[in-house]
């Protein structure tokens, strides 16, 4: 199935090519858990993010028991500061 | 050395312009710019004295590291009593009018007493004048730059100057610099206004000389090459925050009715950096204050078809664009999702001097009284002061800006806006100054920050970002508001910018470069302690200003109305809770006052 994967802020330099601004859609099994869907990006382990599933943030604990379902939006935020 | 060891002091009630030494007693305790001009505030004013008048003073402070060659190193302050609330104020700004007043020679600039008539101060190092200021009195900001700069043929004069909502008394006025970079909170233009005076032009030439030359270049390309993440902040600017608080759900919406908006991504950076229909495209560049390698700034044009300005070329030039709080704030908070009416009120915040995060925060107040039928068009002459119309917002900043019509209200501020209505439980603010771009029930140590800031609801006087992103649970939040705001309180007594911190650079990056430039050993130890005693010597200036625990709250709407929608739906900010522990950590009595031991360790009394 395909979701629709947000990167803001700069995040988005891992989107793969041809991506929009700051989204990109993936596919995924689906049977696929979160943690698998992030490991098709990029992302530096040691980058800091939150992710945001249908205004509902998932600890990194969950990421591998977290089900993936096809309308949702998976959203990776900075914890940028300031302002 | 990094300070250049003495003050110019301006008495405007007489006219007298004298250079007196530092006091480096004072300077080795309070360090520069935030601290050591509340040093001097308090010790030459009383706190009591009403803000607008001859007894309040206006300093304008550098730090050791400003006008140097370390990255940011650019930052000076406004201290003085709030014209909005009453409180200390200290606000904070870049450009390059610091480095300047520094390259004069002078760490602090204190303004005292009243001018009867309009004047402007002019500063060529040791040569300083006082000078009649009617042919700049009643214009902005961009022509008293302009005009002055003609005057005395010298494009590199830099200013600081109030406009007309400074003139006017607006409570939320702000000093401008270098056209589109502000002292913006707290009111500290209405202050200069009620001085009667118009700008600060100054020229500098002295330079300024680090205590260790050798050692200091070393540690200025050491710690470079640590911001690390510089090209992500000049990418986006702060803007980039928005998305982030949106879907998070911390993003305050028509006056914190709601903490999403649904027209974030018209007002994101995608939206700034995309053409819209008619190929216009908001952003032009980026821009850095003096001696920045980051370049979080925003140089921007409105859309000259947009109906704000499409009959008003003077506005189809490139100036400061949005950043995340002016977008919030002339964005979210009044429901509008029209960038280029954002980008044209905060044109005109920066034109008029006007702090634009109180300036929107008070008209979503407006909007939320004329919601609720609390006023009318009969008050507001005509306007239909409604949530998300883009037309108000022009409209009754433009009033607003001239001191005109029920803009005349909106100057006043939420709180006293609110209280005139009859509804003061409407004004999303602290101590008298509206919120900054955070909600305090989905970032419970932001809620902390805010209720128990000096200067009222501020997003930079702590640092509670990381750990709001990872947990509301409160556990922890008392401590790590209180250590920030220490830390806060030493890099904006440096000179420095609190966003290499969001870039790379750790408390001991700063902590060395101010080492190296001054006198003496500043260890860690010393510079926390530095931070704590400015911390708690604003919080002794408050209380003998007549505030105390009672002020240290948040709107009824944060501590009782569950967060409407979000990652933490549901939730109240449980201030209740971290407020005694946090007096506690701080070494405060049950009244929130600094107690005898605090004050002996920290050299208080």
Redesign the interface.
């Known amino acids: 199935m395909q979701v629709t994967v947000k990167l ?3 995040l988005r330099e891992f989107l793969p090519a041809g991506s929009g ?2 989204s990109c859609q993936l596919s995924i099994a689906s049977n696929q858990v979160l943690g698998d869907l992030l490991s098709q990006l990029p992302i530096p382990a040691h980058k800091p993010y ?1 992710v ?1 599933i249908n ?3 998932i600890n990194q604990q969950d990421y591998l028991s977290t089900n993936i379902q096809e309308q949702d939006e998976i ?1 990776l ?7 | 050395m990094s300070w250049q060891k003495q003050i110019l002091r301006v008495n405007l009630s007489n006219g007298e312009c004298t250079i007196e030494p530092l006091n480096m007693e004072w300077a080795n305790q309070y360090l520069g710019q935030r601290g050591l001009g509340s040093k001097y505030l308090l010790e030459e004013m009383d706190p009591a004295a009403d803000p607008l008048s001859a007894e309040n003073k206006l300093i304008f402070a550098t730090g050791p590291l400003t006008g140097t060659m370390a990255s940011t190193g650019g930052r000076y302050s406004v201290i003085t009593k709030g014209a909005l609330t009453n409180a200390i104020a200290c606000s904070n700004s870049g450009g390059k009018f610091g480095a300047e007043l520094k390259a004069a020679g002078y760490d602090l600039l204190i303004i005292e007493g009243e001018s009867d008539k309009p004047v402007y101060l002019h500063i060529e190092d040791d040569q300083v004048e006082l000078c009649d200021a009617d042919e700049v009195w009643g214009k902005t900001v961009w022509q008293t730059e302009a005009l002055l700069k003609q005057k005395y043929l010298d494009p590199l004069m830099r200013f600081a100057s109030i406009g007309q909502a400074g003139e006017n008394l607006c409570r939320y006025a702000c000093i401008v610099n270098d056209l589109h970079r502000a002292a913006g909170r707290s009111g500290v233009g209405a202050v200069m206004g009620a001085k009667k005076i118009k700008t600060i032009a100054v020229r500098g030439t002295i330079g300024v000389k680090s205590a260790d030359p050798a050692k200091f270049f070393k540690i200025v390309n050491d710690v470079n090459a640590r911001l690390t993440d510089r090209d992500e902040m000049s990418a986006d600017g702060t803007l980039a925050m928005i998305d982030v608080t949106n879907r998070f759900g911390s993003l305050p919406t028509r006056n914190n009715r709601d903490i999403q908006f649904e027209g974030a991504e018209k007002l994101n950076p995608e939206a700034m950096q995309t053409p819209n229909a008619n190929g216009h495209t908001n952003l032009v560049t980026n821009a850095a204050c003096f001696g920045c390698t980051i370049g979080c700034g925003r140089i921007c044009k409105i859309d000259p078809t947009h109906f704000s300005v499409k009959d008003k070329p003077q506005y189809h030039g490139a100036s400061g664009g949005l950043e995340y709080e002016t977008a919030y704030a002339l964005g979210a908070a009044v429901g509008v999702d029209d960038i280029d009416a954002a980008t044209y009120v905060g044109f005109l915040c920066n034109e008029y001097g006007m702090d634009p995060i109180s300036l929107g925060s008070t008209i979503a107040a407006a909007m939320e009284l004329f919601d609720i039928g609390a006023i009318s068009e009969k008050e507001t002459g005509g306007i239909k002061l409604e949530f998300g119309s883009a037309e108000a917002l022009c409209t009754i900043a433009e009033l607003t800006a001239r001191g005109e019509g029920f803009g005349q209200d909106i100057g006043l501020g939420s709180k006293r806006l609110t209280e005139k209505y009859g509804h003061p439980e409407l004004s999303m603010s602290v101590k008298g100054q509206e919120f900054a771009a955070y909600d305090g029930r989905s970032m419970q140590g932001m809620g902390l920050a805010y209720a128990t800031s000096n200067r009222g609801a501020c997003h930079l006087r702590a640092d509670p970002y990381a750990h709001d992103f990872e947990t509301t649970e409160i556990a922890g939040k008392a401590k790590i508001v209180k250590d920030t705001q220490d830390e806060v309180a030493f890099i904006d007594s440096s000179g420095l910018c609190s966003f290499p911190a969001g870039c790379g650079w750790s408390m001991d990056d700063y902590r060395q470069l101010v080492d190296a430039a001054c006198e003496g050993e500043w260890d860690s130890e010393r510079m926390l302690e530095t931070g704590e005693r400015i911390w708690n010597l604003e919080r002794i200036f408050n209380q003998k200003a007549g505030f105390g625990r009672k002020d240290d709250t948040l709107p009824k709407r944060i501590l009782e109305e569950p967060a409407p929608s979000g990652t933490a739906k549901g939730l109240v900010c449980r201030l209740d809770e971290m407020l005694p522990e946090y007096y506690q950590l701080r070494g405060w009595d049950d009244d929130g006052n600094p107690n005898a031991e605090t004050r002996k360790r920290l050299g208080l009394d």
């Open positions: 803001f802020g700069a601004f700051n939150l945001i205004d509902e943030k959203v935020l900075p914890p940028i500061k300031g302002g």
